[in-house]
T-cell receptor, first 114, second 114 residues
Protein backbone atom coordinates (compact mmCIF):
# COMPACT_ATOMS: atom_id res chain seq x y z
CA UNK A 1 0.00 0.00 0.00
CA UNK A 2 0.90 3.67 -0.05
CA UNK A 3 3.41 4.60 2.63
CA UNK A 4 6.19 6.96 3.71
CA UNK A 5 9.44 5.95 5.41
CA UNK A 6 11.62 8.46 7.26
CA UNK A 7 14.97 8.10 8.93
CA UNK A 8 14.71 7.44 12.62
CA UNK A 9 15.59 10.12 15.08
CA UNK A 10 16.53 11.84 17.11
CA UNK A 11 18.94 13.77 14.97
CA UNK A 12 21.24 15.87 17.14
CA UNK A 13 23.29 18.65 15.54
CA UNK A 14 25.28 21.67 16.56
CA UNK A 15 24.16 25.09 15.39
CA UNK A 16 25.25 25.89 11.80
CA UNK A 17 25.65 22.20 10.90
CA UNK A 18 24.26 20.75 7.66
CA UNK A 19 21.00 18.85 7.94
CA UNK A 20 19.65 15.95 5.91
CA UNK A 21 16.52 14.00 6.85
CA UNK A 22 15.83 11.13 4.49
CA UNK A 23 12.35 10.33 3.21
CA UNK A 24 11.26 7.68 0.72
CA UNK A 25 7.77 6.79 -0.39
CA UNK A 26 5.69 4.07 -2.00
CA UNK A 27 2.64 5.14 -3.97
CA UNK A 28 0.47 3.68 -6.68
CA UNK A 29 -0.30 7.01 -8.35
CA UNK A 30 1.46 10.34 -8.75
CA UNK A 31 1.50 11.90 -5.31
CA UNK A 32 2.31 15.38 -4.16
CA UNK A 33 4.98 15.41 -1.45
CA UNK A 34 5.19 17.53 1.67
CA UNK A 35 7.31 18.27 4.69
CA UNK A 36 5.45 19.36 7.81
CA UNK A 37 7.07 20.65 11.00
CA UNK A 38 5.73 20.37 14.54
CA UNK A 39 7.27 22.70 17.11
CA UNK A 40 6.86 21.82 20.80
CA UNK A 41 3.28 22.40 21.95
CA UNK A 42 2.06 23.45 18.51
CA UNK A 43 0.17 21.89 15.63
CA UNK A 44 1.60 20.72 12.33
CA UNK A 45 2.70 23.44 9.95
CA UNK A 46 3.38 23.00 6.26
CA UNK A 47 7.09 23.61 5.65
CA UNK A 48 7.36 22.96 1.92
CA UNK A 49 5.86 20.94 -0.88
CA UNK A 50 6.44 19.64 -4.40
CA UNK A 51 3.68 18.52 -6.72
CA UNK A 52 5.54 16.76 -9.52
CA UNK A 53 8.82 15.03 -10.34
CA UNK A 54 11.95 17.21 -10.24
CA UNK A 55 10.12 20.05 -8.47
CA UNK A 56 12.07 21.61 -5.61
CA UNK A 57 10.20 22.92 -2.62
CA UNK A 58 11.87 25.48 -0.39
CA UNK A 59 11.06 27.59 2.65
CA UNK A 60 12.98 29.14 5.57
CA UNK A 61 16.29 27.80 4.22
CA UNK A 62 14.97 24.24 3.96
CA UNK A 63 14.66 22.51 0.61
CA UNK A 64 13.65 19.15 -0.83
CA UNK A 65 13.58 17.81 -4.39
CA UNK A 66 10.95 15.36 -5.66
CA UNK A 67 12.96 12.45 -7.10
CA UNK A 68 10.68 10.03 -8.91
CA UNK A 69 13.52 7.69 -9.97
CA UNK A 70 14.53 7.07 -6.35
CA UNK A 71 11.05 7.73 -4.86
CA UNK A 72 12.63 10.16 -2.42
CA UNK A 73 12.03 13.62 -0.99
CA UNK A 74 14.95 14.28 1.36
CA UNK A 75 14.88 17.43 3.49
CA UNK A 76 18.06 19.55 3.63
CA UNK A 77 19.24 22.76 5.26
CA UNK A 78 22.70 24.21 4.94
CA UNK A 79 22.98 25.74 8.41
CA UNK A 80 20.58 24.83 11.18
CA UNK A 81 19.62 27.04 14.11
CA UNK A 82 18.49 26.20 17.63
CA UNK A 83 15.03 27.42 16.62
CA UNK A 84 14.81 24.60 14.04
CA UNK A 85 14.50 22.06 16.85
CA UNK A 86 11.19 20.29 16.17
CA UNK A 87 9.70 17.10 14.75
CA UNK A 88 9.66 16.88 10.96
CA UNK A 89 7.11 14.79 9.07
CA UNK A 90 7.32 13.72 5.45
CA UNK A 91 3.95 13.10 3.82
CA UNK A 92 2.42 12.18 0.50
CA UNK A 93 -0.93 13.26 -0.84
CA UNK A 94 -2.92 11.14 -3.23
CA UNK A 95 -6.04 12.25 -5.03
CA UNK A 96 -8.57 9.43 -5.23
CA UNK A 97 -12.17 9.71 -6.32
CA UNK A 98 -12.08 13.49 -6.06
CA UNK A 99 -10.84 13.45 -2.47
CA UNK A 100 -7.32 13.81 -1.19
CA UNK A 101 -5.64 11.52 1.33
CA UNK A 102 -2.57 12.60 3.29
CA UNK A 103 -0.26 9.82 4.48
CA UNK A 104 2.49 10.67 6.97
CA UNK A 105 5.79 9.15 7.91
CA UNK A 106 6.60 8.49 11.56
CA UNK A 107 8.43 11.78 12.03
CA UNK A 108 12.05 12.64 12.80
CA UNK A 109 12.93 14.66 15.87
CA UNK A 110 15.68 17.24 15.36
CA UNK A 111 17.55 18.74 18.31
CA UNK A 112 19.97 21.59 17.59
CA UNK A 113 22.40 22.65 20.30
CA UNK A 114 24.22 25.98 20.57
CA UNK B 1 -7.05 34.89 9.63
CA UNK B 2 -7.85 32.66 12.60
CA UNK B 3 -6.50 29.14 12.47
CA UNK B 4 -8.12 25.84 13.32
CA UNK B 5 -9.32 25.85 16.92
CA UNK B 6 -9.52 22.77 19.13
CA UNK B 7 -10.57 22.14 22.70
CA UNK B 8 -9.73 20.96 25.20
CA UNK B 9 -5.95 20.96 24.79
CA UNK B 10 -5.48 18.18 27.34
CA UNK B 11 -7.75 15.51 28.78
CA UNK B 12 -7.10 12.73 31.25
CA UNK B 13 -9.74 10.03 31.74
CA UNK B 14 -9.98 6.49 33.04
CA UNK B 15 -10.59 3.56 30.74
CA UNK B 16 -14.22 2.86 29.92
CA UNK B 17 -15.12 6.54 30.37
CA UNK B 18 -16.29 8.65 27.46
CA UNK B 19 -14.71 11.82 26.07
CA UNK B 20 -15.48 14.39 23.39
CA UNK B 21 -13.26 16.74 21.42
CA UNK B 22 -14.32 19.86 19.58
CA UNK B 23 -12.93 21.47 16.44
CA UNK B 24 -13.71 24.73 14.66
CA UNK B 25 -12.10 24.91 11.20
CA UNK B 26 -10.90 27.94 9.32
CA UNK B 27 -13.84 29.99 8.10
CA UNK B 28 -14.94 28.94 4.62
CA UNK B 29 -13.14 25.60 4.67
CA UNK B 30 -15.53 22.92 3.42
CA UNK B 31 -13.39 19.90 4.23
CA UNK B 32 -12.59 18.83 7.79
CA UNK B 33 -10.34 16.00 8.94
CA UNK B 34 -9.71 14.22 12.25
CA UNK B 35 -6.36 12.51 12.74
CA UNK B 36 -5.01 10.32 15.54
CA UNK B 37 -1.32 10.72 16.37
CA UNK B 38 0.05 8.06 18.70
CA UNK B 39 3.34 8.88 20.40
CA UNK B 40 6.26 8.21 18.07
CA UNK B 41 4.07 7.84 14.99
CA UNK B 42 2.79 10.10 12.26
CA UNK B 43 -0.82 11.27 12.18
CA UNK B 44 -3.35 8.76 10.85
CA UNK B 45 -6.61 9.88 9.26
CA UNK B 46 -9.70 8.81 11.19
CA UNK B 47 -12.47 10.57 9.30
CA UNK B 48 -12.94 13.19 6.58
CA UNK B 49 -16.01 15.41 6.14
CA UNK B 50 -17.07 17.37 3.10
CA UNK B 51 -19.45 20.01 4.49
CA UNK B 52 -21.66 17.92 6.80
CA UNK B 53 -21.24 14.61 4.99
CA UNK B 54 -18.71 11.85 5.66
CA UNK B 55 -16.51 11.01 2.65
CA UNK B 56 -13.99 8.67 4.31
CA UNK B 57 -14.29 6.93 7.67
CA UNK B 58 -12.54 3.70 6.71
CA UNK B 59 -9.98 4.02 9.55
CA UNK B 60 -12.46 5.03 12.27
CA UNK B 61 -13.06 2.33 14.93
CA UNK B 62 -16.80 2.64 14.69
CA UNK B 63 -17.53 0.44 17.68
CA UNK B 64 -16.25 3.18 20.00
CA UNK B 65 -15.52 6.29 17.93
CA UNK B 66 -18.08 8.62 16.41
CA UNK B 67 -17.91 12.04 14.80
CA UNK B 68 -20.33 14.58 13.50
CA UNK B 69 -20.36 17.90 11.70
CA UNK B 70 -24.03 18.71 11.78
CA UNK B 71 -24.04 22.24 10.37
CA UNK B 72 -21.05 21.83 8.12
CA UNK B 73 -18.84 24.03 10.29
CA UNK B 74 -17.53 22.81 13.65
CA UNK B 75 -17.19 19.15 14.51
CA UNK B 76 -17.03 16.84 17.51
CA UNK B 77 -15.20 13.54 17.87
CA UNK B 78 -16.34 11.19 20.63
CA UNK B 79 -14.85 8.07 22.15
CA UNK B 80 -17.11 5.80 24.19
CA UNK B 81 -15.85 3.78 25.98
CA UNK B 82 -12.18 4.71 25.93
CA UNK B 83 -9.39 2.14 25.98
CA UNK B 84 -5.78 2.52 27.08
CA UNK B 85 -4.62 2.36 23.45
CA UNK B 86 -6.67 5.47 22.63
CA UNK B 87 -4.05 7.60 24.39
CA UNK B 88 -2.85 9.91 21.63
CA UNK B 89 -3.03 13.43 20.26
CA UNK B 90 -6.17 14.06 18.23
CA UNK B 91 -5.59 16.57 15.46
CA UNK B 92 -8.21 18.43 13.50
CA UNK B 93 -7.41 19.91 10.10
CA UNK B 94 -9.31 21.74 7.41
CA UNK B 95 -8.92 22.63 3.74
CA UNK B 96 -10.83 24.78 1.27
CA UNK B 97 -12.09 21.76 -0.61
CA UNK B 98 -11.65 18.02 -0.95
CA UNK B 99 -9.10 18.26 -3.72
CA UNK B 100 -7.30 21.33 -2.43
CA UNK B 101 -3.94 20.04 -1.41
CA UNK B 102 -3.10 22.14 1.64
CA UNK B 103 -4.50 21.12 4.99
CA UNK B 104 -4.23 23.45 7.97
CA UNK B 105 -3.87 21.80 11.37
CA UNK B 106 -5.06 22.78 14.81
CA UNK B 107 -2.89 22.44 17.95
CA UNK B 108 -4.44 19.09 18.87
CA UNK B 109 -5.97 17.54 21.99
CA UNK B 110 -3.68 15.31 24.02
CA UNK B 111 -5.72 12.43 25.52
CA UNK B 112 -4.36 10.23 28.28
CA UNK B 113 -6.38 7.15 29.23
CA UNK B 114 -5.43 5.64 32.60
Amino acid sequence: GDSVTQMEGPVTLSEEAFLTINCTYTATGYPSLFWYVQYPGEGLQLLLKATKADDKGSNKGFEATYRKETTSFHLEKGSVQVSDSAVYFCALLLLSGGYNKLIFGAGTRLAVHP
Amino acid sequence: EAGVAQSPRYKIIEKRQSVAFWCNPISGHATLYWYQQILGQGPKLLIQFQNNGVVDDSQLPKDRFSAERLKGVDSTLKIQPAKLEDSAVYLCASSLGPANNEQFFGPGTRLTVL
